[in-house]
């Protein structure tokens, strides 16, 4: 069989593997940034119950958060559908994950800009807000960018909980075909079409960042 006339499968995989990253990386980095605000928090009521969440979230792998929240939690009466359910997975992940660079980027802006705001009369709240985590955001633009090309990377693990994204329609495409290597070559360098050319653009922004341009 023509391996040609089953590229649309493969696109629509794609599809669904773009969607995956887009949801589990905007949900993943708003929550790792509350994560990271959690962790830094000077109330140790806050700040260790949230530090024990983020290690354990970098601690699973994900493809064993993805089998708790599909086939784990049915047992205490939560059901998600495969789809949301990779993305909860991938979104847990992906805030843990994120929490560790975003805070990593806060701790990074020298101390004399607490001072200089502090000195034009601006509380700690506003400080923090208007110039800390701005200027912690920035610093980690080139750590988060990386995330997301791992994230894109790792919606193939979906494919264990019957979502139908890239690497489950390659599996489908190859059992019909028989042509197992040109499937899964072609698969691969799919992946590398939008993971090469991501990371290429990582190194522009982190070089862009150091020559402070961005």
Known sequence: MDLIEYLPRLGQGLVVSLQLTGLSVVFGYLIGLL???GVSA???WLRWPTLVVVEIGRGIPALVVLYIVYFGLPALGVLFENFWAAVIGLTFTAAAY???MIRAGIQS????QVEASSALGLSRTT???RIILPQGLRSS???LMGLAIMSFQG???AYSISVNE???QAYQVSTITFQYLAVYTVTGLIYAAIAVPATWLSVWVEHRLAKGYV
């Open 109 to 112: 802006v020298p101390a004399g």
């Open 35 to 37: 994560f990271a605000l």
């Open 155 to 157: 919606t193939s693990l």
């Open 166 to 168: 890239l690497m489950s």
């Open 141 to 143: 633009i080139p750590a």
């Open 42 to 44: 000077i109330n140790p």
């Open 127 to 129: 400080s923090f807000v």
């Open 98 to 100: 994120s929490s560790e």
